[in-house]
């Protein structure tokens, strides 16, 4: 029913000088996406207050509401084209008075978990990028043909959603940050089994993917009025260090059906995991972590395990923001099973003797399109020591690649024999025993095929020395500066 409407959509912004990448069109769609459904949503709510006899307080004023300046309407309800602005004088209302007015939300919201909190935050990261206003008129109209009333309607718009997130995880690695392939994510939620009353968390949530297919999970086992509350109030959380991805992560969070999500704009490796208590802690946690960055030596002074590997300083604190018992499932690269320097041979000895590490799942090489960067799952429980370790790599017949995604099918294998640990021509078992206890090395190789070398992929090494000759160049120049 949209999928034209998204289309053309992409066909405005690509002739919009303001907007140059995917990027840029995934965050000028969601900041309209938003207000429109912002608009459909204060709708609903009026007329259900009505119902009801009730008066009900609009959250944005009559000025500033999507029907006063982007839809404007005669009695009759086609488009007013002598009330709607266009040109510079539609730019000018947009960065002037519409930005501003929407910005301020963030200091009159009671709490970070209100919608008016998120309107704030939004716009107080986000810049209007259309420099035409005729361009943002044929925008404007498009979006406003667009529905958020049912939930076939909301379902088919966050499937264009996800393809538009897709596509822009496709364009470039900034933007594959924010993408983990969706069957990747559903067959971990398959493992890890949430429940209805268990608060699930990701630190570094991006585009949100997994609490959205989380909630896609859960939605069907919440039979009551109130286990449906739950799941849209109490379930899920996130934080988001980078301003275009928490606001990715917002909208697609919307378009799947929470209505205010709880996701915080915030650097979660800037918290001290000494200061994490019992109340912080969750049930579930669920994440792909962003690795291969830096952090400033500030930053890791949170964590007893010091390294600027961002991926193992995350590691590190979805640990201590696992309850007693809680469970978690994390990408991760394969060097971490086999890295011998100081801070990953300190955090395999910290998951094997404080969590049980029951499963590492070999992503198949391909899965991240665009990255050639070979990654395994983690799959743990808090609160007990790794007795064995079930393993499982399945060589595909075909490359993974742009013509031929990863699949729930893919993974359908591994999620059955999961189930039972089942040892099979693809999966087998670790005694912890069996792993030598001085590097607590994890890279386990196939017993079920002899033949197999553990060869590490040539990406893999080309990445490792140009990250290994840029850190050395720092190095000698932070040596020359002291000279």
Not at 296 to 318: C, D, M, S
Not at 391 to 401: A, E, I, N, V
Not at 456 to 482: H, V, Y
């Amino acid at each position: 029913m949209f999928e034209q409407t998204f289309k053309n959509i992409d066909d405005v912004l690509w002739k919009e000088a303001g907007c140059a990448t995917e990027l840029d069109y995934a965050e000028q769609t969601s900041w309209l996406l938003f207000l429109k459904y912002l608009d459909d949503l204060e709708k609903a709510n009026g007329q259900k207050a009505e119902l009801e006899g009730k008066k009900y307080e609009y959250k944005l004023d009559s000025k500033h509401r999507w029907s006063a300046w982007a839809a404007p309407k005669k009695r009759d309800g086609s488009f007013d084209h002598d009330k709607a602005l266009t040109g510079p004088d539609l730019i000018e209302y947009v960065n002037r008075d519409l930005f501003p007015y929407l910005q301020g939300f963030k200091a009159r919201a009671t709490g970070p978990d209100t919608i008016e909190y998120k309107i704030g935050e939004i716009f107080g990261e986000i810049k209007n990028k259309f420099q035409s206003g005729y361009s943002l008129r044929d925008a404007l109209e498009l979006v406003d043909a667009l529905s958020f009333k049912t939930q076939a309607q909301k379902h088919e718009l966050s499937e264009l959603y996800e393809a538009k997130l897709r596509n822009m995880g496709n364009a470039g690695r900034n933007g594959g940050e924010y993408y983990t392939p969706r069957p990747l994510i559903r067959a971990m939620i398959q493992v890890v089994k949430p429940k209805i009353g268990e608060r699930i968390y990701d630190g570094a949530c991006g585009s949100a993917g997994f609490l959205c297919e989380a909630f896609e999970y859960l939605l069907p086992k919440a039979d009551s009025t109130k286990a449906r509350r739950t799941l849209q109030e109490r379930t899920f959380y996130g934080q988001e260090k980078k301003s275009l991805a928490y606001i990715l992560g917002i909208m697609n969070m919307i378009l799947h059906g929470i209505e205010a999500p709880n996701i915080v704009h915030i650097n979660t490796l800037t918290e001290n995991i000494t200061d994490i208590q019992e109340k912080d802690r969750f049930d579930i946690v669920l994440a792909n972590p962003p690795f291969g960055g830096k952090e400033r030596p500030e930053v890791q002074q949170n964590f007893p395990i010091k390294t600027g590997e961002t991926a193992y300083l995350f590691l590190q604190h979805f640990i201590k923001k696992q309850k007693a018992g809680g469970r978690a499932a994390i990408v991760i690269k394969n060097t971490f099973l086999s890295n011998t320097d100081n801070a990953s041979v300190a955090l395999r000895k910290e998951l094997l003797e404080n969590c049980n590490l029951h499963t590492v799942l070999d992503v198949p090489h391909g899965s991240f399109q665009g990255s050639g960067v070979k990654t395994v799952v983690l799959f743990f429980q808090k609160g007990a020591p790794t007795r064995k370790i079930w393993f499982y790599k399945k060589d595909l017949d075909r490359p993974l690649g742009k013509t031929n995604p990863l699949t729930d099918n893919h993974l359908k294998d591994f999620v059955s024999l999961q189930t039972k640990f089942a040892n099979s021509e693809n999966s087998w078992t670790v005694d912890v025993k069996d792993i030598d206890q001085a590097t607590n090395d994890l890279s386990a190789k196939n017993p079920n095929k002899a033949d197999e070398e553990a060869l590490r992929d040539p990406k893999d090494i080309i990445s490792e020395m140009i990250a290994l000759d840029a850190e050395s160049a720092k190095i000698l120049a932070d040596i020359g500066r002291t000279l």
